[in-house]
């Protein structure tokens, strides 16, 4: 690890506000507000999560839910279907227990320090400088993704940026940064600078450098390491795992079994789930349908710690009751699925199966696994 200690420190933030009241982004639906509940909304959003995906969950949460009073008076599963597909659930359950918290104690206000901010649920000290910087002004650093980018690059900060020595430097530096800037500076064009510069400059894969306005001082680019910067990770084998589920159908609806939280899909409806096909012949035996389920293409869903292989099967079973639905599960009629809170796999396979506006049955096949 090491810093390239040559560029000015105090020219930095301003040339970051000025490239991006000029080039930067001006017209997402949560820009131009100095609200902290639509901040804070919209960096929980954004999380992992790419720009063009969150603009929609953004506006269909908002007009669900418009302030912190509406969602801490919501009930999770409320919440959940409107956060179903985002991935990274528990995003959505702190955001649900941030909330309850601010009315309980902050008056449904957020409180005024990023210190302050960092203690609520979710919330961490990038985000939390995030909000207190776009709402408030505050002169407080932030480290995302795109900042670790620009900043180890930029300033040649060499060391994988998850580990605790190379964080602390990039901190400090993010830090200096601001501290050393005009007592001017327009913190949330700042803010806002960093987060463009990272995501339209300098990317990943092939970074723009002819349109970067730190290119002059930049250690990357004028020593062409840029994609060796950030220092990669050590690649580690991504463990996998292998589940089957069963879409029983029983007329026009489908049972789905709640996820219980804390879990991966916590709070969200999915399919039944079994280890093998010896369980899958005993459901269908207890629903009186012994070998009629039948085997679909399976799919691959991955996540960001494991793959899970799914392998999907169908039983249609007209002669249940609606009423015979075990502990946890329900029947949820086919028409009702487009707003249940279901994960994104799951969503996959039933949207596969059910066209709204076609009701026959599906067709089967032997296809092999999808990958998407």
Not at 119 to 140: C, H, K, Q, V
Not at 297 to 315: D, M, N, R, T
Not at 346 to 370: C, M, Q, S, V, Y
Request: net charge neutral; glycine share 6%.
């Amino acid at each position: 690890m090491s810093l390239n200690k040559t560029p000015a420190l105090s020219s930095l933030a301003c040339t970051v506000v000025y490239w991006q009241k000029q080039h930067g982004r001006h017209h997402l639906p949560w820009q131009g507000t100095q609200d902290p509940y639509r901040i804070w909304l919209s960096e929980i959003m954004l999380q992992q999560t790419q720009v063009a995906t969150v603009i929609g969950y953004y506006e269909r949460f908002l007009s669900r839910f418009p302030d912190i009073a509406t969602l801490a008076q919501a009930q999770q599963e409320d919440v959940m279907p409107y956060w179903a597909g985002l991935g990274y659930y528990a995003r959505a359950r702190n955001l649900h227990r941030c909330a309850q918290e601010l009315a309980t104690n902050w008056d449904c206000r957020f409180p005024p320090t990023p210190e302050q901010i960092a203690t609520l649920p979710g919330i961490g000290r990038s985000t939390a400088a995030a909000i207190a910087a776009f709402a408030y002004g505050t002169r407080s650093a932030i480290m995302d993704g795109n900042v670790k980018r620009v900043f180890t690059r930029y300033f040649g900060i060499y060391g994988v940026t998850s580990q605790r020595e190379t964080e602390k430097l990039l901190w400090d530096t993010a830090q200096s940064a601001v501290e050393a800037a005009p007592a001017s500076l327009d913190m949330a064009a700042y803010t806002q600078g960093l987060m463009d510069l990272g995501s339209q400059c300098c990317i990943r894969g092939r970074p723009d450098c002819a349109r970067c306005p730190l290119k002059a001082n930049c250690y990357a680019y004028i020593h062409g390491v840029q994609q060796q910067l950030p220092t990669p990770k050590p690649r580690k084998a991504s463990p996998e795992r292998a589940c089957k589920m069963l879409v029983v159908r029983s007329h026009d609806r489908i049972l789905l079994e709640k996820q219980v939280s804390p879990g991966i899909w916590g709070g969200l409806w999915s399919l039944p789930r079994y280890d093998d096909a010896s369980e899958i012949d005993a459901a269908c035996r207890n629903f009186g349908q012994a070998g009629a389920a039948q085997k679909m293409a399976g799919l691959l869903h991955v996540f960001s710690h494991f793959k899970l292989h799914i392998e999907p099967w169908y039983l249609q079973c007209d002669t249940l009751r609606v009423t015979e639905a075990g502990q946890g599960q329900a029947w949820i009629a086919i028409e009702d699925l487009p707003s249940t809170a279901l994960p994104a796999p799951i969503r996959k396979i039933l949207d596969g199966l059910f066209n709204p506006h076609d009701r026959a049955l599906p067709e089967f096949t032997d296809a092999p696994a999808d990958t998407g």
